[in-house]
Structure formats: C-alpha cells, structure tokens
C-alpha cells in the first residue's frame, strides 16, 4: 500500500460485511417465511424483514462502493486522499444513521416510523428500495456529497486515470440519480416513472461503471495488462451499458400507465442490455489469459473473474428471459422477478464489492501482498458455497415462477395468487434450503479473514 | 481487440453515445409526461385518493403485495384489486377485520388499525389505480 491515507477503507469494508451478514440472516426469515406464513409474525411481519434485507443490501454496497473508492482513489491518483479526516466522520455518520433506520424499521410500526420522522413534511416514505425517512434520505445525500468532494479532490490534485474518470462519473451519477427520490407526486403513475430514475438508471445505469471501473483496477493490479488495453475494454463496456440501458429504462415502462410504445423502445434496448455485461465476461478472462504475471492474491482474481460471470448470467441472461414485452406480460412482479434480481444483485454488485475487499484487505492488514495459504483456501471454499447456492436459488425461483405463470396467468382457469403459492411450497423450501447454504458460505467467508492469521503469506518464486 | 480500434474512439463512442441515449431519454421522458393525461385517470385523482396514496406509503403496503405489478411477492397484486373485491366495502372489511396474531401457519396481512376514514382513503386510491390504463395487464383477474 503506497499511501497511508488508503487505511481509511478498513472501516468502510468491516461494515460493509457486517451489514451483509445482518442482510443475509433476514433474507433467511423471509426465505421461512414464504413457507411457514406466520414465522416470527406479528413481531416481525414480513414488510418488515423485506425493508431490512433490501435496505441493508443497499446500504453495505454503498460502504463497499465508498470503502473501494478509497482504497483505490488515492493509488490511481498517485497521491493522498484530499481529507482522511473528513472519510472518517462520514463514516461514522453513514453508520450510525444506517443502524438508526433499521432499529427504527424493527423497533416501531411503519407507520408510528413516518409520524416520528415527520413524513408529512415531505412525503418521500413508502416506495420500495425508498423507505427511509425523508431525514434519513437526507443524510445519505449529506454523506454522499462530502464523499464525493473528497475524492473529487484527490482526483483533481492527483493523476488522472480512466479508472478514476469512469469511478467519479458513477458516482455522481449515483448521487444526482438520487435526488428522484424527493420528488413523490400524488399521481401513481408519475411516482412510480420517477421513482425508476432512480433505481433502474442505478442499477442498469451508473452503477455500471462504478462496476466496470473497480473490475478494471482489480485486473490491472492482479494481471499486470497493459493500462491501455485494460482502458479500451472499460470505455467500450460502459459505452455499451449506457447506449443499452439509458433507454432500457422503457422495459419498466410496459404496464405502469406509461404508453404503449414504450414497449417498443424498452424490448428492443434491453434486450441489447446483456451485452456489455458479454463483453465484461470476455474481457475479464481475456485479461487473466494474457496475464503478465502471476498474483499471489488468487481469491481477489477469482472473485474478478466469477463477477463477470455470474453478472452477465444474473443481470444479462435472466434478465433478458423475462425483459420482451410480450413474454413481461405473463411475468411482470412475480418469481421470475425475484430470481432475476437475486443472481444479478449478486454476479454485478455483491461479487465485486467482495474482489476489491478480497485485493485490499492483505494490505489493509499490513501484509504484501497476500493472505496466508489457509486464509485463501477457506476464502475460495466461501466462493463456491456462496455462487452455487446463488444458482440454486435463483433456479428454485425460476421453477416457481414459471409454475406461478403457467397457473395464474395463462391456463385457462387461472387460479388465485394465495392457492398458487400453496402449490409452489415445494420451490420455496429448496430456495430456503439454497439459502441457509449460502449463509453457511457467508459464515466460511467471515472465517476467511480469522484463520492463518500468524502464518506467512503466500509468495511467488522470483 | 484490434490494434486499429483505438482508445480515443472508444472514448468517443463513450461519450457520444452516453450523450445522444440521455437526450433521447429526455425527449421521450418529456413526450410521456405530456401525453399522460389520456391513461393515468388523473381527472378522478381527489384529495382522498391523495390521502389514500399516503395510507399506502404509510403501511410499508408494497412490502408485502405489487402494484401494478411492482413492489413484493409475498401478497396479491392490488392494481386490480378493487375490480377483483368488487368493491370499496369489500377492500375495507378486509383490512379492517385482519387478525392481530395472524393465523396458525399462514400469511397473514398484519392489523394495522387504521381509522375509518384513512380505510375509505385506501380503498379510493386502489378504485383509482385499477381504473388506470396500463395496457390491459395484469392478464386475467387474478393479478
């Protein structure tokens, strides 16, 4: 590590995989939940635990996106981050605000939530992915504005990199996007068009490049290609991303009281939208193929290499079973949305958070350049438990969302959604089967960073 | 890729293509802005369907059930719900009457005491959704 002011990551990437096990172990009484209706209820109702699983995903990426900004900022940039200081005080605020909006979701009804957070003021509550209080929302925006400055900063006095260049526009994107949603009309149909400003032109959007950007500095620093080849591939991948998905927000648009030519513009530009994520598989491999040196570090290069498969098969593949108009009809919010949502949440955002945090975390700790051998093997065993039984879930919920179509949507005597979901129990306890497996795989990641501690690491022969 | 294929027309296809899809995202943005009058049923969009709307966000409803298709999928769809009930009455004894320990072994929507008029509210804005034209979807009325 060539600058000390890196070390600020630590904490942003700790909190990061502390919030995704909470993430996790809610997702696992949802899982239960599904299966035995009234698990946990009526203390934690499944609203609830939904708010929280999906909230805290958000959440910790956002510290992983931040914690990997710092981390990598300073190193393209050549010089120290412009205020560690001010790093460490948004930290603090980002967590303690972060624990305060999920005791709160916990802790009293929603509603009693909205009245104590003065909602009415400015109504922003009450929206899917959006259900922090509005003074929580405002915060975020505080935090991400004094982190932006920061990196800003170092970017303009540093080096200046495409790597960075592409990083700091997804970030702003990420922060102006945001800004959508404040604006709550009372028109339905309106909120929810804006409401996709933010969370499709994040996810199919700016993300993307934070995505492509961290991918990039992983395989520059564990390949050692050339910067100009690595370069290339990163314009065109997020070239790609935005020509497809500025105007694949249109496959949100299909049956929310938008026109109906949005069916055009949003089947045929989403169904585009896999290929960036193609050329992220291509690349990645391409890169490792033609390494010019081997990194002692192998779980950050498999977690690389596994974001760009698992993205392009989550977000590319599942997305685009169900992303064609006529085939969105039968499957518009049912299984197959979950299924999609899961593995590509996991393949684009999830994996690579967990590649950055994999490469920095030795240095982080004042080693080289790498783990001890035992760390990694237990590392790379977290990997496999936790992908494969990402496929399974996702698989699971492709099996009950075709049922859940065929029975409710297109037979000829479609049945009620409550007696299509008794007839699908048996999807849902093999997902919660996949699932508990991937909490083990995530307890085997947390083990990873505690086992071979005092050992050497492991080091490549000159 | 090819060595012809340089990084600067990479760049530039980066920014000029990221450029061009934005403008035309606004463009058809503005268009269906302007010509959402014709299907969002705003000429019955009242102060009580507003407040339902509130009631909705207030609930955390969409972490349970869709709208239209988007929200949770542990509960029925509701954009169609006032035509599959049959009416406000209906909407609102359902609500009303949820037990406050669930049922054995089941899902259960939670009670949420809501006072007489946020239940009328409610049950306005869903009559005011399902008579939103959103392209005849859901397909049937199951949702």
């Known amino acids: ?462 | 890729m090819s060595q012809a294929f340089t990084k600067s027309m990479a760049r530039n296809i980066f920014y000029g293509g990221s450029m061009f899809f934005f403008l035309l995202l606004l463009v058809l943005t503005f268009d269906t802005v302007k010509s959402l009058p014709q299907t969002d049923n705003r000429e019955n969009l009242t102060e009580q369907v507003a407040k339902g709307k509130h009631v909705w966000e207030n609930n955390n409803c969409i972490g349970c059930h869709t709208l239209m298709g988007e929200g949770a999928y542990f509960a029925p769809e509701l954009g169609n719900a006032y035509k599959r009930m049959g009416s406000k009455e209906a909407i609102i004894a359902f609500i009303k009457f949820r037990p406050k320990n669930g049922i054995p072994g089941r899902r259960s929507m939670p009670q949420f005491n809501l006072t007489d008029d946020e239940l009328d509210a409610v049950a306005e804005f869903l009559k005011y959704v399902s008579e939103i034209n959103n392209q005849d979807w859901p397909p049937n009325i199951q949702g």
């Open chain 1, 1 to 462: 590590m060539k600058y000390t002011s890196q070390m600020v990551a630590k904490p942003y990437f700790i909190a990061a995989i502390g919030l995704f096990i909470g993430q996790i172990l809610f997702g696992v009484i949802m899982g239960m939940q599904y299966v035995v209706g009234d698990f946990l209820f009526p203390e934690i109702p499944f609203n609830v635990a939904r708010m929280v699983h999906t909230n805290l995903l958000i959440v910790w990426l956002l510290f992983g996106f931040m914690g990997a900004a710092y981390y990598m900022v300073p190193d393209e940039a050549e010089t120290e981050l412009h205020s560690p200081f001010l790093a460490k005080l948004m930290f603090w605020i980002f967590l303690v605000a972060g624990a305060l909006t999920i005791l709160g979701y916990l802790l009293v009804p929603y509603a009693t939530l909205a009245e104590i957070t003065m909602n009415d003021l400015l109504p922003t509550m009450g929206r899917e992915f959006l259900e922090q209080p509005t003074i929580t929302k405002i915060g975020i925006v505080i935090v991400a504005l004094a982190f932006l400055y920061n990196i800003g900063m170092t970017i303009l006095k540093g080096r200046k990199t495409v790597i960075n260049l592409v990083l700091l526009i997804g970030l702003v994107g990420l922060a102006v996007f945001f800004l959508f949603s404040f604006y709550n009309p009372d028109n339905i149909v309106l909120d929810k068009m804006f409401w996709w400003f933010v969370v499709h032109l994040w996810v199919e959007g700016v993300w993307e490049l934070i995505l492509g950007s961290l991918l990039a500095y992983v395989l520059i620093k564990t390949t050692g290609v050339d910067r100009e080849v690595i370069e290339k591939w990163l314009y065109v991948i997020i070239a790609m991303a935005l020509i497809t998905g500025l105007i694949g927000t249109g496959h949100h648009f299909f049956w929310i009281g938008t026109p109906g030519y949005w069916q055009w513009w949003g089947s045929i530009f989403s169904a585009l939208e896999p290929i960036p994520f193609f050329m992220m598989t291509i690349f990645a491999f391409n890169m490792v193929n033609k390494r010019r040196r081997q990194h002692p570090n192998k779980p950050a290069v498999l977690w690389a290499l596994g974001t760009a498969v698992m993205a392009f098969l989550g977000a590319g593949v599942w997305g685009f079973l169900h992303t064609l108009s006529f085939v969105n009809y039968y499957t518009h919010g049912t299984q197959i949305t979950a299924a999609h949502g899961h593995m590509a949440f996991y393949g684009a955002y999830v994996m690579i958070v967990l590649a950055i945090i994999s490469y920095a975390m030795p240095m982080l700790n004042g080693r080289k350049a790498a783990n001890s051998q035992l760390s990694q093997i237990v590392e790379m065993w977290s990997f496999w438990l936790m992908t494969i039984s990402m496929v399974f879930i996702t698989l699971f919920l492709t099996g009950a969302g075709i049922v859940q179509v065929y029975l409710q949507r297109m037979s000829d005597a479609p049945l009620p959604f409550m007696v299509v979901q008794d007839k699908i129990e048996l999807f849902y306890w093999l997902r919660e089967g996949a699932g508990i497996i991937f909490l083990i795989g995530l307890i085997v990641y947390v083990a990873s960073f505690f086992v071979g501690r005092d050992q050497p690491e492991v080091e490549l022969p000159k």
